[in-house]
């Protein structure tokens, strides 16, 4: 008899120990859903945060490249001097030298067929848009690659 309770206790212990190893078990899996769900959750916004800043660095490139337009115009229309700008604008296929914002004292080179830089020096890979600073960096070894 004495036998027999003693086995009845530890069979009891043991299905509470299972008990408690599967509520564990099924809190545990909870947790991991939440982390997941919040990890996709991030991984959205930062998608969100990268498409935000994509769209306003295109639209400030094409600001850019307008006012450049704008100047090469007004440039060509002005009755003074032409302008010079230090190191030449990278040729006639690359650029030219205008007068920055309608002044006639302050020049600077104006680029077209894809390339960019203040001399007009460097080329851009055709389909591929200016890199900004922020990605130069990336591409140099800099830490602001997004996490």
């Not at 997941?36 to 959205?44: F, P």
């Not at 994509?54 to 229309?77: C, K, S, W």
């Not at 890979?125 to 922020?134: A, F």
Request: hydrophobic share 35%.
């Amino acid at each position: 008899q004495e036998e027999q309770r003693i086995q009845a206790e530890l069979g009891a212990g043991a299905e509470g120990i299972r008990l408690e190893q599967e509520q564990e078990g099924a809190e545990h899996a909870q947790i991991v859903q939440q982390q997941a769900g919040g990890e996709r959750a991030l991984v959205a916004k930062r998608l969100a945060c990268w498409e935000i800043k994509n769209n306003h660095e295109t639209t400030a490139q094409a600001i850019e490249q307008d006012m450049a337009l704008i100047d090469r115009v007004r440039t060509g229309f002005s009755s003074g001097a032409d302008a010079e700008c230090d190191g030449g604008c990278g040729g006639d296929e690359f650029g030219d030298c205008a007068w920055k914002a309608g002044s006639d004292t302050v020049a600077h080179c104006v680029c077209r067929n894809g390339a960019y830089g203040n001399n007009c020096e460097l080329r851009m890979c055709p389909g591929v848009k200016k890199p900004s600073p922020w990605e130069g960096l990336a591409l140099w070894g800099g830490d602001l690659t997004p996490r």
